[in-house]
């Protein structure tokens, strides 16, 4: 089991769902996002790219949040998820330093907080919050390690890429391009 | 059971989450038009947690914009209206007091008959849009009058109404039926799906991606519509209608139209052949700057989808006063191509009809919104901003209007032409709001009244006209917050101190919903189970059926590429392309639209929205950024040809997405009431600057694009003494 | 034109701008956790090597500062972790891959140790203040019989310290001013430094003060040549790599790290050092405190410069 996030930057229009959905579903303070929209644009007048992304914790393979906790606050479950338990973190703030990504916030109770991939939802069998309500159902959800499941067919035939994989992080959230 | 095989860890946390229990409501929602069908959650203890779309809502997929999901916020919202306000006078100083509902709806009636007393009850105007409008309009009617009028109509989808209603004989109305999921090719013409985030829209053209269907957009800006599309024409603005012709000479030259349809089931063909034998490419790419061989490629490429191919009609379509010209030439366009009742083209829509609650008949007022827009005879509604008009006294007025009742449209935000709004506004006897929100528009009342929220509230049912019929209840998913009240409550308590009372026969809206539902064969407790329920189709096939004969609702009975109708009203029978001003030496077109996160200005407010985008920016190409000296994130001002000056900055954005000769804004901030905690100053509101309107001849909409703007850098409102 | 924005979420008052979230308690936090380091390295180094006669200030005077360094290190940060109820947590698990992790441990080992140090001179430090109790009396003899052990324990955890106080910030991988392996070295030879700058100022005879001056020029030596290092491999490093060190050579960082690190902090006092040493009249004073105050300037430089490189955005 290896959940993996893949989204369709050809179909993401920005609308920023996935951004109040991961709000109200996970109680996100206001102020606060787990998850949000990049808009990057290349070129000049009128030959122009634009290209929008819904970002998140990558729940990557190798994770230095994991690896720098000294609680053990940070940790990685058996299907690849990357969770922070509230009464184990300390708030030294080391894991959001070691995000490359920028995952990773303060909530205001001290803790640190970030994407669960709706850890709580997977458990009752429904997709998380921020795929199940995408209007351009531009985001997929499932286990790369079952060679027929959604993600994995996708990877298989369209391009795709990473966020930042020089960093050598191997996030687990794909972009197809 | 868990979709996605085992997995053993369940930590604290996540349990607690898990076994918390939810209640849900089912509701329609009301943060814009499109009313999606959903189910509101509340806790244990009952707050308002998370607003999910219904799954069997065929009208939006059980998925909503971030709008719907953000809906929470309307109702957390701290800012609310929350006791009914009376306008006062303290230290010689207008403000407004609290006052109790009694006192406010006996004021309300006590000014309604004397004006109706005066001038009769149809100088009593209904100025409305969405849900409340409908409790109103009954009471409205019930009282005399008929003087009701929409933002929804002159100042936004009129002009495309009136030009497909020439051209087949029917509207084309909301939603439009385009049936985006199965076409080929889907042309935008200005529309900016993706950013305009109606529903099922925005949810089929993804799917129209996923089969590989060809987008075309035509848009001076880089809309993210544009960056989906296989062709993006960076058209100069204004100038579409030239483009248009160029694509029916090319499609007739080249023979690429749908002969047989074309034949079957149009009139006109040949004078419009010869119309156009003249627009070649090379002639509008004189003035659109698209180049011929671009114009031709794109000719071919819907030609080729045809007839799965849309030609969006648009919606909000006031640009420059030849609207309706240019929705005609949509249609023709479409009629060209076969789209209009073909798969993947245009659907035959259907809804199912809600009876009627019993209630006596509404007596006939002596004149309505049809006569003060007699001058725009194709005007199938109220003409919002004739209204306006009709309440400034003259001496050739015919239809003097002397009070408002405004609900759930904010006209200092929707409503061009700020100074005669607010001429109108000071010569009204008497002014009534209705709202939830303390929007602009309140300030100018002498009663505001606080609505609840719609997740508070029951409604009518919602009958969405789509591929198949489907109805939607809304059903209050926690008490009224504050000291706020329905709609339908307001309209009963108003009608009933006016002696309506007949005609609002029911102690609650859940019993006129309960036997509706029951007419219907269904009932309240089977919709608070289901929240949507679909009906099959009665009128027919989803599109054109070949073999037997088609009777378009026109005079001919066919399409009319021609039109008759316009050539006896005195107007060009076929469009034509018509040169507009353009911005002189040092100002710019001001261009805006939608924000995906946002709603008009309803939104701006949302504690939720707010947080995804408090402030619209001002889009500025580089090379003006470069000629002013502009950065992204500096503070500017406008000023417009008129002279008129933004209250507020706004920050630049540099970006290649906009044209150099325009700047371009969301529609919908730059609030100026103090009680919106989190909008009040944020951004420049664009309808203050749209001081000039391009009136369309045939239906009386309110053209907004054709104002130009200087960018100032220094604050104007720094050395006025206050 | 290339743009690239936030078009929601990031752009939000409690996100993008207080990512930053290691504020000054953390600076001075590595900066005394390497003085102390510097410090119980040369008490125990002098006591190994039987000269804790000849050299007091080191083993005796200079060594009451640790325990306080260490003090107050802790506490700068405890009060710098935001969900503090928890703090213990630091101590039900070990944590090999945590720099933090094993950091936290050294401190709970290694300050201990620095208070008994302390104590175990307690009648030659304060000779007016006669312990009350016999049983301390006691204690602190046992203590005096111990001291070699206790300084042989103090020159691995001393070390780990020193080092620990670079590693904690170079294990980011995810601040490319900070992931490189020299930050390690680095503050421990600062650590040492500033270390040895405390000693020097509180030597009493020119002995111990100049055989610590030497030592301090020597390690003033290789932290520059630490810090060429490490620019220098930035330098040939990656794009973002390549602009964390702008902002040290050519940013907004340029003013005091070369102002008050290396030329305040390192470049003068080795040339003051250096000329008393030949046997001018220099106030030692000066250019200790100046490599105190380039110790810790660097600390904060590093740590403020180091959160603002990214990988993205
Ligand atoms: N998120 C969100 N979605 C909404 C709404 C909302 O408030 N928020 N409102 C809804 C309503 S009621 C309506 S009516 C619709 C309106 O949505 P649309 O019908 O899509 O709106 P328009 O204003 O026609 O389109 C705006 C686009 O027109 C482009 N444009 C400007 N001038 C010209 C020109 O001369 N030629 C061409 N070809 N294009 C031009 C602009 O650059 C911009 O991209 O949106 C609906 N959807
Ligand atoms: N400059 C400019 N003007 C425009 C447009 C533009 O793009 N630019 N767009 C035009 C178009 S397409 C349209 S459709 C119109 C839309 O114009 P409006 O209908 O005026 O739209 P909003 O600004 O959203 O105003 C809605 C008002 O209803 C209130 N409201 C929300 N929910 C409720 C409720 O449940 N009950 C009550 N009683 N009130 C409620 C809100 O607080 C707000 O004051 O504007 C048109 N005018
Ligand atoms: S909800 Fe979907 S389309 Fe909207 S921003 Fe998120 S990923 Fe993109
Ligand atoms: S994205 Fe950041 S927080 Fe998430 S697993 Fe990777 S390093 Fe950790
Ligand atoms: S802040 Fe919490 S989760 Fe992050 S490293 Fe520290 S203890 Fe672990
Ligand atoms: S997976 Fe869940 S927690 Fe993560 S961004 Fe999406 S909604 Fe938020
Ligand atoms: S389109 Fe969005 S805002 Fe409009 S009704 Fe549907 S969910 Fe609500
Ligand atoms: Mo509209």
């Known amino acids: 089991m290896r959940y993996a996030m893949v989204i369709d930057t050809l179909k993401c229009v920005g609308c920023s769902d996935c951004v109040v959905a991961c709000q109200t579903e996970n109680n996100v303070p206001i102020g606060y996002c787990r998850d949000w929209i990049t808009e990057t644009v290349n070129g000049a007048y009128p030959s122009i790219e634009l290209e929008l992304k819904s970002e998140r914790c990558n729940h990557c393979d190798n994770a230095p949040c994991v690896r720098c906790c000294p609680t053990g606050a940070s940790h990685q479950l058996d299907n690849g998820i990357v969770l922070v338990t509230a009464d184990e973190c300390i708030g030294c703030g080391a894991c959001i330093e070691s995000c490359p990504y920028d995952a990773r916030y303060q909530h205001p109770d001290g803790y640190v907080d970030k994407c669960t991939f709706c850890h709580h939802r997977l458990e009752k069998g429904q997709l998380p919050a921020c795929v199940s309500v995408c209007p351009t159902k531009c985001m997929y959800f499932g286990d790369l390690d079952d060679p027929n499941s959604e993600v994995s067919q996708l990877l298989k035939n369209r391009k795709h890429k990473t966020l930042a994989p020089e960093a050598g992080t191997k996030p687990q959230v794909y972009y197809l391009i | ?307 799965s191919v849309i030609i969006h009609p648009g919606r909000h379509v006031s640009w420059y006063g030849d609207d309706t010209q240019r929705a005609r030439s949509i249609a023709i366009l479409n009629a060209l191509l076969g789209s209009w009742g073909r798969r993947g083209g245009f659907y035959f829509k259907e809804s199912i009809k809600v009876p009627k609650y019993p209630s006596p008949k509404y007596p006939h007022p002596k004149w309505d919104w049809k006569n003060i827009g007699e001058k725009y005879p194709v005007a199938q509604m109220g003409i919002t901003s004739e209204v306006i008009k009709c309440s400034i006294p003259s001496k050739d007025n015919k239809y003097p209007i002397k009070a408002w009742m405004v609900a759930g449209t904010n006209i200092t935000k929707s409503i061009p032409e700020k100074e005669m709004l607010e001429k109108a506004m000071d010569e009204l006897e008497f002014m009534v709001v209705m709202d939830t929100m303390p929007m602009d528009v309140t300030g100018y009342a002498d009663v505001v009244l606080p609505e609840c929220t719609y997740l508070e509230r029951y409604d009518d049912i919602r009958s969405a006209t789509n591929r198949e019929p489907s109805i939607a209840v809304r059903v209050p998913a926690v008490k009224p917050k504050y000291d706020s009240k329905p709609g339908w409550w307001v309209a009963k308590q108003i009608g009933e101190r006016l002696g309506l009372g007949d005609y609002f026969n029911y102690d609650d809206y859940e019993e006129v919903i309960e036997w509706q539902l029951q007419q219907m064969g269904t009932s309240l407790d089977e919709m608070n189970k289901i929240g949507v329920k679909n009906f099959s189709r009665t009128s027919g096939p989803l599109y054109l059926n070949e073999n037997e004969a088609y009777h378009f609702p026109t005079a001919s009975g066919k399409i009319e590429l021609y039109s008759q109708e316009l050539k006896n009203l005195g107007f060009d029978p076929l469009p034509n392309y018509i040169k507009h001003p353009e911005p002189p030496q040092g100002f710019y077109r001001l261009n805006y639209g939608r924000a995906p996160m946002h709603t008009f200005s309803r939104t701006a407010n949302n504690p939720n929205l707010n947080d995804l985008k ?109 | 034109m290339q743009e690239e924005l936030f078009t929601s979420g990031r752009n939000i008052p409690n996100i993008d701008p207080s990512l930053q979230i290691w504020h000054w308690p953390i600076s001075v936090y590595l900066f005394l956790g390497g003085l102390a380091a510097g410090l119980l390295f040369f008490a125990a180094l002098i006591t190994v090597l039987k000269k804790d006669k000849e050299y007091p200030a080191a083993v005796k005077f200079a060594s009451i500062v640790s325990p306080i360094a260490l003090t107050l290190g802790l506490l700068a940060l405890f009060y710098d972790l935001t969900h503090k109820l928890y703090f213990w947590r630091l101590y039900t698990t070990i944590r090999i891959e945590s720099p933090m992790s094993w950091g936290a441990w050294v401190l709970l080992i290694i300050t201990p140790i620095s208070f008994l140090w302390v104590f175990s001179y307690y009648t030659e430090l304060f000779p007016k203040w006669k312990l009350k109790f016999n049983f301390l009396n006691t204690f602190e003899k046992f203590l005096q019989e111990n001291r070699m052990n206790m300084a042989i324990a103090l020159i691995p955890l001393s070390i780990v310290l020193g080092i620990y106080t670079g590693i904690l910030l170079s294990a980011f991988n995810a601040r490319p001013l900070w992931n490189n392996a020299i930050l390690g070295p680095l503050f421990l030879t600062s650590g040492l430094s500033t270390g040895a700058a405390t000693i020097i100022l509180l030597a009493k005879n020119t002995k111990e003060r100049h055989l610590f001056s030497k030592i301090d020029l020597a390690l003033i030596v290789i932290e520059l040549g630490l810090i060429i290092h490490m620019l220098m491999g930035m330098y040939a490093g990656s794009e973002v790599q390549l602009e964390a060190m702008q902002l040290l050579v050519g940013g907004e960082f340029t003013l005091m790290f070369f102002g008050f690190v290396i030329i305040l902090g390192l470049i003068v006092p080795a040339i003051l050092e250096l000329t008393e040493l030949i046997g001018y009249k220099v106030p030692v004073a000066v250019p200790a405190i100046l490599i105190l105050i380039g110790g810790l300037v660097f600390r904060f430089v590093m740590v403020e410069a180091g959160q603002i490189t990214r990988y993205l955005y």
């Not at chain 2, 607690?16 to 203890?45: G, H, I, L, S």
């Not at chain 2, 209250?647 to 969301?666: A, L």
């Not at chain 2, 391009?694 to 409102?717: C, K, Q, W």
């Open chain 2, 614 to 722: 408090s402030e619209n920016n001002l889009w500025v190409n580089p090379k003006v950024a470069r000629i002013l000296g502009l950065k992204t994130g500096q503070e500017v001002w406008l000023k417009n040809q008129d002279e008129i000056t933004s209250n507020f900055p706004i920050k630049v954005r540099v970006t290649e997405r906009v044209r150099w000769d325009s700047v371009y804004m969301v529609h919908g901030f730059g609030h100026t009431n103090k009680k919106l905690s989190r909008a009040f100053g944020k951004g420049i509101n664009d309808t203050q600057l749209i001081s000039k309107v391009a009136i369309d001849p045939i239906m009386g909409g309110t053209g907004m694009r054709g104002n130009f703007v200087s960018i100032l850098t220094e604050n104007p409102h720094k050395n006025i003494e206050l």
């Open chain 2, 1 to 307: 059971l868990n979709m996605f095989g085992a997995n053993s860890y369940l930590d604290e946390l996540v349990k607690q989450n898990v076994t918390k229990k939810f209640k849900r409501t089912p509701t329609y929602c009301e943060v814009c038009f499109w009313k999606c069908a959903a189910w509101t959650y509340t806790d244990e203890e009952g707050n308002i947690q998370k607003i999910i779309g219904n799954e069997n809502d065929s009208h939006c997929y059980g998925r909503l914009c971030p709008r719907g999901t953000g809906g929470v916020g309307m109702y957390n919202d701290e800012d609310r209206l929350k006791t009914p306000l009376i306008r006062t006078t303290i230290n010689g100083e207008e403000t407004f007091r609290e006052a109790s509902w009694e006192e406010a709806l006996d004021l309300i009636a006590s000014k309604f008959s004397n004006i109706k007393e005066k001038y009769g009850p149809e100088a009593i105007a209904l100025l409305k849009h969405g849900s409340p409008g409908k409790h109103l309009e009954h009471l409205f009617k019930a009282f005399g009058s008929d003087t009701i009028a929409e933002p929804a109509y002159a100042q936004c989808r009129g002009a495309r109404e009136a030009g497909f209603a020439l051209t087949y004989g029917s509207w084309v109305g909301s939603p439009e039926p385009t049936d985006i999921r199965d076409t080929k090719c889907l042309v935008l013409i200005g529309s900016h799906i993706g950013e305009n985030m109606h529903n099922s829209q925005v949810q089929e053209m993804s799917d129209a991606i996923d089969n590989g269907a060809t987008i075309i957009t035509v848009d001076p800006r880089f809309s993210t519509a544009a960056s989906k599309s296989k062709h993006w024409l960076a058209i100069k603005p204004a100038t579409d209608i030239a483009l248009m012709l160029a694509w029916m000479n090319v499609i007739i030259e080249e023979g690429l139209y749908d002969k047989e349809y074309v034949e079957k089931y149009t009139t006109g063909f040949n004078q419009l052949k010869d119309h156009v034998s003249t627009f070649t490419p090379e002639w509008a790419y004189g003035i659109t700057t698209i180049k011929p061989e671009e114009i031709r490629k794109t000719a071919r490429a819907m030609a080729s989808a045809s007839p």
